[in-house]
């Protein structure tokens, strides 16, 4: 049984988009198109959102729904031009009907939304299955087994081989823990005497502790800067992720091209 269509991504030089094919719980298909450089004028989004809407509602006659995002993710506003922000529409008989403004259900023909309708118009994409979500599910499941079967194993299993050993030898016991901690003490004194130098793993670490100590220290100085530091360091990883994207349907296309 089919649950949803993969996604579509097509890139346009200052901006890509993304065709999210409707399903079984969402008639509308939902298209996007995001931004990866600063946008000049809203009436040029405005112009292009119409432009890819005509062009993906003909090439799947599926009501849709269009709006687009900038750089950051964040849904571009497109007032005062338009009071709303997404336009959504419909193709019936070569015509396309489409509005700026919210429509109810009934707007859209009913024929559009049935699942037998979807399967014929997206019959060529990629589809996802329940058998294929299920397999998800269960390696997803398969992995966390395993996960947990080493933590318990390290947490309870070895600790408990070790107090038995203890409880039957305390002498052997005894003597691991005296050789512990004179490996430690000699090691700590050998460091200190600078006889046995650090690794570039340990200066590198001591290195970030100290900067973390150092960053803790002035954000509890200057809360609101830290605040505002972490907002921009949020607003960045969104961008750096919006340009890898990007870039990842542009090399995708060049090599389809070639290939073709």
Same mark, same amino acid.
Request: net charge neutral; glycine share 4%.
């Given at each position: ?12 030089? *200052? ?57 950051? *993710? ?17 193709? *019936? ?11 109810? =259900? ?8 049935? =699942? ?9 994409? =990629?589809?996802?299955?329940?058998? =294929?979500? *299920? ?126």
């Amino acid at each position: 049984m089919i649950v949803r269509w993969k996604t579509i991504k097509e890139h346009r030089g *200052d901006y890509f988009v993304e065709y999210h094919p409707a399903c079984s719980s969402m008639y509308l298909a939902i298209l996007t198109i995001v931004y990866t450089i600063p946008i000049s004028e809203k009436s040029v989004v405005v112009k292009i959102i119409e432009k890819e809407f005509k062009l993906w509602i003909q090439q799947f006659p599926i009501p849709l729904m269009a709006s687009a995002r900038d750089a950051s *993710d964040s849904l571009i506003c497109l007032r005062p031009i338009h009071s709303e922000h997404f336009l959504s529409g419909f193709i *019936d008989e070569g015509i396309i009907q489409s509005s700026w403004n919210l429509k109810g =259900d009934t707007w859209f023909p009913k024929y559009q939304k049935e =699942d037998h309708y979807r399967k014929q118009i997206y019959s060529d994409l =990629d589809s996802i299955t329940r058998e =294929d979500i *299920d397999l998800k599910i269960d390696h997803q499941r398969k992995i966390a087994k395993t996960g947990w079967v080493i933590v318990f194993v390290w947490a309870v299993i070895i600790p408990s081989l070790i107090a038995l050993l203890g409880f039957f030898n305390l002498f052997f016991v005894g003597v691991i823990a005296l050789t512990y901690s004179l490996f430690r003490a000699v090691k700590k004194a050998l460091e200190m005497l600078g006889a046995l130098k650090k690794t570039k793993a340990q200066k590198e670490k001591e290195k970030e502790e100290l900067s973390k100590e150092h960053h803790h220290y002035h954000c509890k100085l200057n809360p609101n800067g830290f605040l505002q530091l972490r907002t921009e360091n949020l607003e960045k990883e969104i961008r750096e992720k919006i340009q890898k994207e990007s870039q990842e349907i542009k090399n995708s296309e060049q090599i389809n091209e070639s290939d073709s």
